[in-house]
């Protein structure tokens, strides 16, 4: 095969490799055999990984939940990269975004250990225009969106007004509780106004959300807040505060981590809201490099049964040896005590062709049809040998 390559691509880098991880999964010592492969060219990079995972419960057997669902052969794409600053085609576990946060919030494909997935997105952007189209699970999606951006005058350097409209759609074919049946989505429109001081930015915005599907049809919600963002050589820090109502109802419950962690599990809720004031805070720090961090708070007021929600997330590029993500929450809806999770994911290159691998996750999830918070960790190494096609 990789006597084809050599003439189909020109300087391509393929790199096969194995992998072999230990540690504590379902309650129990598990051993992780991964077969990896590599391709890399100037301007796109894949990588897939196909683990296979057996417990000790004491005899040795195959983990049942791996490879029994369509998620689990899409999380074959451990990553994707293709394209340039205009367009490009990502894939993996990533991490979704959109607005304001009233309807996509650090949505993460692929983080729960019983229902691996990798998502896909596709971004296009111009002077004036910013789109981006994903789902969270290449091969049966249980989250659709796309986002558009439209700069409502031409922008150049010197711009001391940028206002902008954006426009969001999404969809969950599969809701969590209370709606278990039919298309649960959210279309949404936000109005944003920033204003220019030096490099720095300040501003307000507006968003109008309207529910879609037999639950939530035609309800809405509003959310308006503040916004800065500071600029200082390759770092910029953003802060926003919003508060935020619905007069019928309609569940604040972004498509968040939260939610694509444990719209799987029992007893996951997104309550219905009142139409008292809520509000919302977010912090987020990005490097050029790719470096990120982001705290975000959150409360939706229903009676009882208030959601309350405190998230971080971390993720840092290391050069070009690899990159560590980072992830907690804690959240309560009234209905059951505070739930809280943690999880982190990381490869890290140790030497040409090795590599070490840590996953690690707290979080509740339902073993042996009981639901209780479980922890998971898992560390290896994988090596690969490297053939580039001349």
């Known amino acids: 095969m990789s006597v084809a390559m050599t003439f189909l691509f020109a300087g391509l880098t393929v790199q096969p490799g194995l992998g072999l991880g230990v540690g504590y999964l379902d309650q129990s010592a598990g051993l992780e055999l991964r077969a990896e492969l590599t391709l890399s060219d100037t301007d796109w990079n894949l990588r897939l990984a196909a683990p296979f995972r057996a417990l000790m419960t004491p005899e040795l057997r195959f983990r049942d939940a791996d490879w029994d669902e369509l998620g689990d052969y899409s999380a074959l794409v451990e990553s994707l990269k293709w394209g340039d600053d205009e367009f490009m085609v990502r894939g993996g576990r990533l991490v979704f975004l959109a607005g304001h946060g ?14 691996p997935a990798a998502g896909l997105s596709a971004t296009w952007r111009s002077a004036r225009v910013a789109s981006e189209v994903a789902l969270d699970r290449i091969t049966d999606p249980g989250l659709i969106f796309g986002h558009l951006r439209y700069a409502l005058k031409y922008l150049d350097k010197t711009s001391l007004w940028i206002p902008s409209l954006g426009l969001t759609l999404a969809m969950d074919p599969h809701p969590a509780e209370p709606q278990t049946t039919g298309l649960d989505g959210r279309v949404g429109v936000d109005l944003e106004s920033l204003w220019r001081l030096r490099d720095h930015r ?7 959300v309207m529910g879609l599907g037999p639950a939530w049809a035609y309800r809405h919600r509003f959310h308006a807040g503040f916004l800065a963002t500071w600029f200082e050589r390759n770092w910029r820090l953003s802060a926003r505060l919003e508060g935020r109502r619905s007069a019928d109802g309609l569940p604040a419950g972004p498509y968040d981590n939260l939610y694509a962690l444990f719209r799987h599990e029992q007893y996951f809720v997104r309550p ?3 139409d008292a004031l809520g509000f919302g805070a977010q912090v987020a720090l990005n490097h050029q ?11 939706d ?8 929600r405190a998230e971080g997330r971390l993720s840092w590029a290391v050069s070009k040896r690899g990159v560590l993500y980072a992830a907690a929450g804690r959240w309560e809806t009234g209905r059951e005590p505070p739930s809280w999770y943690a999880q982190g994911e990381g490869r890290m290159r140790v030497t040409k062709g090795l590599a070490a691998w840590l996953k690690l996750r707290r979080m509740r999830r339902v073993i042996n049809n009981a639901e209780e918070a479980v922890v998971d960790v898992m560390i290896g190494l994988s090596g690969a040998l490297a053939i580039r096609a001349q």
């Open 102 to 115: 009233s309807i996509v919030d650090g949505y993460r494909a692929g983080g729960h250990p019983d229902h």
């Open 202 to 208: 300040v501003g307000v915005y507006v968003d109008g």
């Open 272 to 274: 219905a809201a009142s």
């Open 289 to 299: 490099r790719g470096h990120s961090m982001t705290l975000r708070l959150a409360r």
């Open 301 to 308: 007021p229903y009676g009882d049964e208030s959601m309350s």
